[in-house]
């Protein structure tokens, strides 16, 4: 599986591509021409000794367990680590009665600063209240933060989580994973606003460049048999926006350019799409079209996103990386990517995923994706997947492709439009 081969002739200049067969990557969707289709990793601060102060005392404490020994760092008064904790400072007195203290210099600079070494020790607790690594209790002025990776643990500041990353680095990325997994797989069930017709309000089937297209005037995608109404009707402009069709080229080049300018993000990907397949007279790019299709995807382009992910998933134009495929299709399939969903599946099955491709293909399958629903049935025939599997991706492949269906839409279908 690829990207569609050359162009066929159009209902205006191009035409709906046969699906393309199933297998590991699904096809770019292409539409008719006037219609066309990371956490950061700290490490311990060594302690910091200035002279005349390694020999003094420690003259504070904290809560201690026993056994547990964690490295020494400096204490600044005001810090994180120093609330709650009773400092009783004798070692500026001290120096000021021996004529050794001098307010200018790095110990007395701007305030009476006293560094000596500490010990933190870790406090086995599951409460949600305290430090996980010192026990230091939340209260009105000491507020605790939450691991940003697991959500499972809280901490004071950023010493006593760089003491405890050691002990606590395992449990954070099972259950980070834990959590992106469940971000991936509850999300993106519902079709974008871009796969529905904008006139008859339904959701398109797929392929959606062979039962659609897509307007260059408005960068809508019209339904045929919304089309197909609107020409019975005597209407041959755009069925959305009444704009007349482009009669050339370049009326279509300049089309795309206005709302290219006004950064329209389907204006954006769609001339990647020009770019990449060498039409409307343009010089075949496809290091331009990535390009286009990287800024389409961060004004909020979901086609452009699935695009990318085939770009470095094949290698075109970009350098092959699987991981950043695997990334491009995962953003695409929780916004309701139908696609990418069945992509992220293939990917899982050739790695012996087998669980985790069985969910991808019941969320593609019950959006209408037919590939999809034999995806799972080899995998019953194999003995990978069960009947209830098959069972549900058939009933939700049946569902959806009822809800597509309309009296125009059968008859554009009968009449080969």
Same mark, same amino acid.
């Given at each position: 599986?690829?990207?569609?081969?050359?162009?066929?002739?159009?209902?205006?200049?191009?035409? =709906?591509?046969?699906?393309?067969?199933?297998?590991?990557? =699904?096809? +770019?969707?292409r539409a008719k021409l006037v219609n066309f289709d990371r956490p950061k990793q700290v490490g311990i601060v060594a302690p910091v000794h200035?002279?005349?102060?390694?020999?003094?005392?420690?003259?504070?404490?904290?809560?201690?367990?026993?056994?547990?020994?964690?490295?020494?760092?400096?204490?600044?008064? *005001?810090?994180? &680590?120093g609330r709650g904790i009773d400092l009783r400072n004798q070692v500026v007195p001290q120096r000021r009665a021996a004529g050794t203290h001098?307010?200018?210099?790095?110990?007395?600079r701007d305030r009476e600063d006293v560094r000596t070494p500490m010990s933190c020790t870790l406090v086995a607790t599951d409460d949600e209240?305290?430090?996980?690594?010192?026990?230091?209790?939340?209260?009105?002025?000491?507020?605790?933060?939450?691991?940003?990776?697991?959500?499972?643990?809280?901490?004071?500041?950023?010493?006593?989580?760089?003491?405890?990353?050691?002990?606590?680095?395992?449990?954070?990325?099972?259950?980070?994973?834990?959590?992106?997994?469940?971000?991936?797989?509850?999300? *993106?069930?519902?079709?974008?606003? *871009?796969?529905?017709?904008?006139?008859?309000?339904? =959701?398109? =089937?797929?392929?959606?460049?062979?039962?659609?297209?897509?307007?260059?005037?408005?960068?809508?995608?019209?339904?045929?048999?919304?089309?197909?109404?609107?020409?019975?009707?005597?209407?041959?402009?755009?069925?959305?926006?009444?704009?007349?069709?482009?009669?050339?080229?370049?009326?279509?080049?300049?089309?795309?350019?206005?709302?290219?300018?006004?950064?329209?993000?389907?204006?954006?990907?769609?001339?990647?799409?020009?770019?990449?397949?060498?039409?409307?007279? +343009?010089?075949?790019?496809?290091?331009?079209?990535?390009?286009?299709?990287?800024?389409?995807?961060? +004004?909020?382009?979901?086609?452009?996103?699935?695009?990318?992910?085939?770009?470095?998933? &094949?290698?075109?134009?970009?350098?092959?990386?699987?991981?950043?495929?695997?990334?491009?299709?995962?953003?695409?399939?929780?916004?309701?990517?139908?696609?990418?969903?069945?992509?992220?599946?293939?990917?899982? +099955?050739?790695?012996?995923?087998?669980?985790?491709?069985?969910?991808?293909?019941?969320?593609?399958?019950?959006?209408?994706?037919?590939?999809?629903?034999?995806?799972?049935?080899?995998?019953?025939?194999?003995?990978?997947?069960?009947?209830?599997?098959?069972?549900?991706?058939?009933?939700?492949?049946?569902?959806?492709?009822?809800?597509?269906?309309?009296?125009?839409?059968?008859?554009?279908?009968?009449?080969?439009?």
């Open positions: 599986g690829a990207y569609l081969g050359d162009p066929a002739p159009p209902r205006s200049y191009g035409s =709906p591509h046969a699906a393309a067969p199933r297998g590991y990557v =699904p096809h +770019l969707a200035a002279p005349g102060i390694a020999e003094e005392p420690a003259v504070w404490r904290v809560r201690r367990c026993p056994g547990r020994e964690l490295a020494q760092r400096s204490y600044r008064p *005001g810090s994180n &680590l001098s307010p200018g210099g790095s110990v007395g209240t305290v430090c996980a690594n010192c026990g230091l209790v939340s209260s009105d002025t000491v507020k605790l933060k939450s691991c940003t990776a697991c959500r499972l643990v809280k901490y004071c500041g950023v010493d006593c989580q760089r003491a405890h990353r050691k002990q606590h680095k395992k449990a954070c990325k099972q259950r980070a994973a834990e959590l992106k997994d469940e971000e991936l797989y509850s999300q *993106g069930h519902e079709k974008p606003e *871009g796969d529905f017709c904008p006139i008859c309000a339904l =959701p398109i =089937p797929l392929p959606m460049g062979e039962h659609s297209g897509f307007n260059a005037c408005c960068m809508k995608r019209i339904c045929d048999g919304c089309d197909l109404a609107a020409q019975k009707r005597g209407m041959f402009d755009c069925p959305f926006c009444r704009t007349p069709l482009p009669e050339n080229a370049g009326d279509m080049i300049s089309m795309i350019q206005a709302r290219v300018l006004k950064k329209d993000p389907e204006a954006i990907y769609y001339l990647g799409l020009k770019y990449f397949f060498g039409e409307l007279g +343009l010089q075949r790019d496809i290091q331009r079209a990535v390009e286009l299709w990287a800024e389409a995807a961060e +004004l909020g382009s979901i086609q452009a996103l699935y695009n990318l992910g085939l770009a470095y998933d &094949l290698g075109d134009g970009v350098q092959q990386d699987m991981m950043k495929a695997f990334q491009f299709y995962r953003r695409a399939a929780m916004q309701g990517h139908a696609l990418s969903r069945n992509n992220l599946g293939c990917i899982e +099955l050739k790695k012996e995923n087998y669980d985790r491709a069985v969910r991808h293909f019941l969320i593609s399958a019950k959006m209408g994706h037919e590939d999809s629903v034999e995806a799972i049935k080899d995998m019953l025939m194999e003995g990978l997947a069960t009947k209830e599997h098959y069972t549900q991706a058939l009933k939700g492949y049946q569902d959806a492709m009822e809800e597509m269906k309309s009296h125009d839409r059968d008859e554009a279908k009968r009449l080969g439009y």
